[in-house]
């Protein structure tokens, strides 16, 4: 107990140093990994080889449905933004002696959307990503919401001997995100107001048209083919100005 507790300790320090050497970064600055370098982070932690600063949290994601996971994480995000978080996890087992997941979690369960990713780095597979969203409830009855999770894992993980059989193997990395949803664009409706300025811009248009033909035809002796082409253009460059 002494020694599960000394290391928590030791995580909650190197998480706070690395919280001050971030918020000490200029401006414009963000934690916003790509795949391939997500892979990497997980390779150190799997390997227990020393890490960068980061804002990766180590927690146990499955216990906590996303609101609640947020929220303990201090609902501070992990990139600067105020939607997407990262976390180093262990994963249990749903079945005992099985290679599933379990993925119950808080109120609800994470339900995969889609196969596994490959994730290469210079043509070589060195891990897995699966999306994940999260929904309310039993599987009989669940409503799907905003959280979207992308999960890796090392596609060679190095063997380890698990206290807890329970444990399905070593560690993950997932991205936490809510994706908000986009209000329908309304149609601009024309007000009063447009609608006798447009009328306005279609009369003078009539009039300009109107003496401009006075003009062809009175004070100036042009050809019909003339007229045409002149009549032509005029048009093109009133519907520029126009619209």
Known sequence: MEEDGNQE???????????AYLKSMPSGFRFK???????FYLMCKARN????????????????????LTAISGNMSSNGTINEWYFFTSRDRKH?????????????????VNSDKHVKSNGK???????????????????????IMHEYVLSDPPQTTHKNDHQLDGWALCRVYNRKPQAPKVPEKSSPQNFGSNNLNIQNQIKEQSALQNFVTEDLNFSESDKFLLYANFGTIIDLLTH
Do not use: H
Request: proline fraction near 12%; hydrophobic fraction near 30%; charged fraction near 35%.
């Open 96 to 112: 005992p002696q099985g290679k599933r997941p379990n993925r119950a979690a808080g109120d609800g369960f994470w339900k995969a």
């Open 125 to 147: 597979l060195i891990g897995l990503k699966k999306t994940l969203v999260y929904c309310r409830g039993k599987p009989s009855k669940a409503q799907k919401t905003n959280w």
């Open 49 to 68: 080889k020393p890490l960068p600063p980061t804002r990766i949290k180590e927690v146990p994601l499955y216990k906590y449905d996303p609101d609640t």
């Open 33 to 39: 990994p790509r795949d391939d370098e997500l892979i």
């Open 9 to 19: 300790l030791m995580v909650c320090m190197k998480e706070a140093e690395d919280e």
